[in-house]
C-alpha cells in the first residue's frame, strides 16, 4: 500500500523533553511538508524539504526542528522550546502538484 | 501567512441540498486546490485547478476559479451525510509551490 505513514497517532510529552514525530513515505516524492493544525485555524507550514539532505523554515518553525537524512523520511522534533506543543500534526509529501497526507498525530501535554 | 480563507466558516445542510463553500486568497497563484478532512484524520485531495482554467467538474464537485477576484467556490451536489467533514482550499502561490491552507469549512450534512 502505497502513503503516508505518520507514527505515533497519539503522543505525550512532559515539560522539558524533546519528543520526534515519525513521517514515512513510500511514493517516492522530493518534497515533504510538515503542518501544525490547532482548532479553528487551519494547517500552518513548520518545516518543509525540496529535496533530501536540505530543509527550510515555514512560517512557524521556532521550537521544532528536522532531518531529512533519506527521501523516505522526515522526522520531526518537537522541542523543548515550544512552549505550546498541543496540537494536531500532519506530514505530507507532494507528487503531481497534489499533497498526501497522513493520518496525524496528536500531541498532548501532561 | 494564511494564504487563503474559507467562507463561511461552518455550513449546516439536509441531505440531498447542494454545499457550497468559497475560498479567497491573495497573491498571484499558480493552482487551487481543494481538501477534505474527516475528524481525527489527514487531508484527502479533492481537485485541482489551474491558474488558466475557470471551472472544473468531478462526479458531484464543480469548482470554480475567478482569478480577478482571487476566489474560487466548491460546490457539493446532491450532498449525502457521509460528506460531513471540514474542506480546505490550499493554493501554490506563483514562484513558490509551497501550498498555503486557509481555515476551512466544517460542513454538517444531516440524513
Known amino acids: 500500500d502505497g502513503g503516508i505513514t505518520q507514527s505515533p497517532k497519539y503522543l505525550f510529552r512532559k515539560e522539558g523533553q524533546n519528543v520526534t514525530l515519525s513521517c514515512e513515505q513510500n511514493l517516492n516524492h522530493d518534497a515533504m511538508y510538515w503542518y501544525r493544525q490547532d482548532p479553528g485555524q487551519g494547517l500552518r507550514l513548520i518545516y518543509y524539504s525540496q529535496i533530501v539532505n536540505d530543509f527550510q523554515k515555514g512560517d512557524i518553525a521556532e521550537g521544532y526542528s528536522v532531518s531529512r537524512e533519506k527521501k523516505e523520511s522526515f522526522p520531526l522534533t518537537v522541542t523543548s522550546a515550544q512552549k505550546n506543543p498541543t496540537a494536531f500534526y500532519l506530514c505530507?509529501?507532494?507528487?503531481?502538484?497534489?499533497?498526501?497526507f497522513g493520518s496525524g498525530t496528536q500531541l498532548s501535554v501532561l | 501567512s494564511q494564504q487563503g480563507e474559507e467562507d463561511p466558516q461552518a455550513l449546516s445542510i439536509q441531505e440531498g441540498e447542494n454545499a457550497t463553500m468559497n475560498c479567497s486568497y491573495k497573491?498571484?497563484?499558480?493552482?487551487l486546490q481543494w481538501y477534505r478532512q474527516n475528524s481525527g484524520r489527514g487531508l484527502v485531495h479533492l481537485i485541482l485547478i489551474r491558474s488558466n482554467e475557470r471551472e472544473k467538474h468531478s462526479g458531484r464537485l464543480r469548482v470554480t476559479l475567478d482569478t480577478s477576484k482571487k476566489s474560487s467556490s466548491l460546490l457539493i451536489t446532491a450532498s449525502r451525510a457521509a460528506d460531513t467533514a471540514s474542506y480546505f482550499c490550499a493554493t501554490d502561490a506563483r514562484g513558490s509551490y509551497i501550498p498555503t491552507f486557509g481555515r476551512g469549512t466544517s460542513l454538517i450534512v444531516h440524513p
Open positions: 505530507a509529501s507532494k507528487g503531481y502538484e497534489k499533497l498526501f
Open positions: 497573491t498571484s497563484i499558480n493552482n
